[in-house]
């Protein structure tokens, strides 16, 4: 070839000119797109090394942020003399801020393809790691022009794609924060007050759409909001005036429609109000149009919900009553309106059955596609939890599929475990289920030695032990003697039977 000559023979005319590298990366972010267009991240786990790799993306994706916000610094800070000697450095930092930005993105596209991501998050995240890498090859590209030509010309065009670039970086950083912290990560503990003037929802508003990570108890995420009782912090506007008007009053007041120019889905928009004025005056009732509508009678036209909608409950409306006349407060916490009806029990129970399983559900979805078992939400509440079911193929399930649904530990309400092929280490993985209720290990290989870390789970109703190797008789006490456990067969017949097991090799 003897176009490299030739290079080679312009590059030293022209120093900064070399075009076979601005190549180099162009092709290698067109093969990255094409790659991400053809195996876009699916939501199925793959392979092991991949996601490896993929893990490093968090580390190496902080060089391009760094120095984006650097390389303009520089830029000006040279321009004066005492920053003159840097004046070669943005170059060079443009380099290499390209070149993890390609890497950065490659790795992110590995651990979203091959780690089980998917949505709309992830797509825009991927494509905007492709542009911000493109960029960053143009900004380096047009900064070569510049120096050669100055101000005229192409180089022009360095300073709006350099800045461009900046802006396209904050952008993908910040969803990359969201994806792994969840929506509103940012603002979350935003004082209320900048919150209302900048007219952000009120904390907790926006938390039944954030897409939450995986959470291990304890952190965050795995607070369940429902269950605000013991949370002192959670206001009663957020707990329970929002929710109401959530169900009740959304589908007309919010950004999608705002019938009456009033939009309830914010604390300052509700405050604001509509056409006719401020719907919420704090401590008084008379003034607060809103107040008013819900309490008028059902056939008044002006009555809220409009359109035969299901009004509050009488339940709802006293809330809102004691909650304006105590001053319509977004913050003021729960545990000061404890005049306040509670809220009603759900299927006659007052406490969930477990957290709310669907910060967890790509998880756990990704989880049972892996291991060969089926989870199953109990029922519509997703604070009811979900069961394991090894029916189809119960010789999938083994000591090591329990213990990878660790994740799941909190939200796993029911394990039907019949005739797997766990033994008593399988349990000791069970025994962290905390929100168990029923455990069927019918046909297993389980001995009454293994059940003992099984009385740790306080929640357990039924214990199903029928055709197990278990010997009754050596049963701890501390389960046989629990009150509310009901152990099969031993509660049907109520004598020691002495479960000798056919399905000793339970293949
Ligand atoms: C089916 C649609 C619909 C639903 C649901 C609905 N509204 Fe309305 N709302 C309207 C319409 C239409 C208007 C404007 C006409 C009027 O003032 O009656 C309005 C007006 C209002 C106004 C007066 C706004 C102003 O400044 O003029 C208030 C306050 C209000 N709604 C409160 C509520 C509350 C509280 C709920 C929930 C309990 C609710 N609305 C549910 C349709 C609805």
Same mark, same amino acid.
């Given at each position: 070839m003897s176009e490299p000559a030739e290079f080679s023979h312009r590059a030293t005319r022209r120093r900064h000119h070399r075009p076979l590298a601005g190549i180099f990366w162009f092709s290698a972010i067109v093969l990255l797109a094409l790659l991400a267009l053809a195996f876009p991240p699916d939501g199925q786990q793959r392979t092991t090394l991949a996601q490896f790799f993929g893990r490093f993306h968090p580390l190496v994706v902080h060089f391009p942020v760094a120095l984006l916000f650097l390389i303009p610094v520089i830029e000006v800070y040279a321009l004066f003399r005492r920053g003159h000697a840097l004046r070669g450095a943005p170059a060079f930092l443009l380099w290499i801020a390209t070149a993890t930005a390609i890497l950065g993105t490659a790795l992110g596209w590995l651990l979203a393809r091959f780690g089980g991501y998917k949505g709309d998050l992830v797509i825009t995240h991927m494509w905007s790691g492709c542009?911000?890498?493109?960029?960053? $090859?143009?900004?380096?590209?047009?900064?070569?022009? =510049?120096?050669?030509?100055?101000?005229? #010309?192409? #180089?022009?065009?360095?300073? %709006?794609?350099?800045? $461009?670039?900046?802006?396209?970086?904050?952008?993908?950083?910040? @969803?990359?924060?969201?994806l792994i912290y969840g929506d509103n990560y940012l603002i979350e503990y935003m004082p209320p007050k900048l919150r209302s003037l900048l007219g952000l929802p009120a904390a907790g508003a926006t938390l039944k759409s954030a897409p939450q990570p995986p959470s291990t108890p304890g952190a965050p995420g795995a607070v369940n909001r429902e269950d605000s009782k013991q949370d002192t912090k959670v206001s009663f506007y957020e707990a329970r005036i929002m929710p109401a008007l959530d169900r009740t009053c959304l589908s007309c007041h919010s950004p999608k429609k705002t019938k009456g120019g009033l939009r309830l889905d914010t604390y300052a928009l509700m405050m604001k109000g509509g056409d006719s004025g401020p719907a919420v005056v704090a401590g008084n009732l008379d003034d607060s149009e809103l107040y008013r509508r819900i309490t008028l009678p059902h056939d008044d036209e002006e009555f809220m919900?409009? #359109?035969?909608?299901?009004?509050?409950?009488?339940?709802?409306? *006293?809330?809102?009553?004691?909650?304006?006349?105590?001053?319509?407060?977004?913050?003021?916490?729960?545990?000061?309106?404890? @005049?306040? %009806?509670?809220? %009603?029990? *759900?299927? #006659?129970? &007052?406490?969930? =059955? &477990? %957290?709310?399983?669907?910060?967890?559900?790509?998880?756990?979805?990704?989880?049972?596609?892996?291991?060969?078992?089926? $989870?199953?939400?109990?029922? @519509?509440?997703?604070?009811?939890? $979900?069961?394991?079911?090894?029916?189809?193929?119960?010789?999938?399930?083994?000591?090591?599929v329990l213990a990878a649904l660790a994740p799941l530990a909190d939200v796993i309400v029911e394990a039907e475990l019949a005739r797997t092929r766990i033994s008593d280490k399988g349990l000791a993985a069970v025994s962290s289920w905390k929100n168990l209720r029923h455990l069927d290990l019918t046909a297993t290989a389980v001995t009454a030695e293994g059940l003992r870390p099984v009385a740790e789970l306080t929640k357990l109703e039924t214990l199903n032990l029928t055709d197990s190797r278990v010997d009754a008789a050596k049963l701890p006490p501390i389960l046989t003697q629990r009150a509310g456990l009901a152990i099969y067969p031993l509660t049907q017949d109520d004598v020691g039977v002495d479960v000798a097991a056919p399905a000793a090799s339970a293949r």
């Open positions: 542009l911000l890498a493109l960029l960053c $090859l143009l900004a380096l590209l047009l900064r070569r022009r =510049w120096e050669v030509d100055g101000l005229y #010309g192409l #180089g022009l065009l360095y300073a %709006p794609v350099l800045l $461009l670039a900046v802006g396209t970086m904050v952008f993908t950083a910040h @969803q990359g924060g969201q919900p409009g #359109g035969n909608k299901k009004p509050l409950s009488a339940t709802e409306t *006293k809330w809102i009553e004691l909650w304006i006349a105590a001053g319509a407060s977004e913050t003021a916490p729960l545990s000061e309106f404890s @005049q306040a %009806p509670a809220p %009603p029990e *759900k299927h #006659g129970e &007052a406490v969930a =059955w &477990a %957290p709310d399983y669907r910060p967890k559900l790509d998880e756990a979805k990704a989880l049972a596609d892996r291991l060969g078992i089926r $989870l199953v939400a109990r029922s @519509q509440v997703p604070t009811d939890g $979900l069961i394991v079911r090894t029916a189809s193929a119960p010789s999938h399930c083994t000591d090591d």
